[in-house]
């Protein structure tokens, strides 16, 4: 009893992350889309990484949200959905990590180097940069949607053992791709950063 209270709790509250990250990042879409602020590469990587956060949250939260209430996933619906269930989650993650990443880099050359923003990097550049991201983790993860998989087995995606075990590998790189290396090289960018801003000071 106390266990189905718990997880409906938690779908609740993933149901809520839901409507309140979709309306905070369409806001967040349309202010900085304005005439003012779409020129600046700090506002362009917000927009790219609020499309990508809004995706991860239509998969990871929703997920939560029906199996407390419905007894069912996503990935459970069918093996289609199953395969773009597993693709969103991972393009997403990917793509908004390191999105993230090369905003902190912009920043940092921009206190570093005096013209980067006006001669270097505009937001032209920035705009090109956010979409490689983006085709880069696409293309990275477009295997999952194409792997084979057995008809009779509708909850599982990746039935066949030469692409379960080849999709399990993945999960691992992903850890990597979206968690680990993005998490350390935010680290160093803005250790860098802070100790540059000192010292300019």
């Excluded at 990590?97 to 032209?124: C, E, H, P």
């Excluded at 940069?129 to 949607?145: E, G, P, T, Y």
Aim: hydrophobic share 50%; net charge positive.
């Amino acid at each position: 009893m106390a266990e189905n209270f718990f997880m409906s709790a938690i779908g609740l509250y993933c149901l809520l992350l839901i409507i309140i990250g979709t309306i905070g990042n369409l806001l967040t879409i349309y202010i900085c889309l304005r005439r003012r602020l779409r020129s600046y590469t700090t506002f362009i990587f917000i927009v790219f990484m609020c499309i990508c956060d809004t995706f991860s949250l239509y998969i990871w939260c929703l997920d939560h949200f029906m199996e407390p209430f419905f007894s069912l996933t996503i990935e459970e619906l069918s093996p289609i959905t199953c395969r773009i269930g597993f693709f969103v989650q991972f393009f997403s993650l990917q793509s908004s990590s390191w999105l993230l990443v090369m905003s902190s880099l912009d920043r940092y050359l921009g206190v570093r180097i005096k013209q980067w923003r006006t001669i270097y990097f505009k937001a032209n550049q920035a705009l090109f940069c956010s979409f490689s991201i983006v085709a880069l983790s696409l293309i990275a993860n477009s295997q999952l949607l194409v792997l084979g998989m057995e008809k009779n087995k509708i909850h599982e995606c990746y039935s066949r053992n030469s692409v379960e075990d080849w999709i399990n590998t993945w999960k691992r790189v992903h850890t990597y791709i979206y968690s680990i290396v993005p998490s350390v090289s935010l680290f160093l960018i803005n250790t860098i950063l802070f100790y540059t801003t000192l010292v300019l000071c």
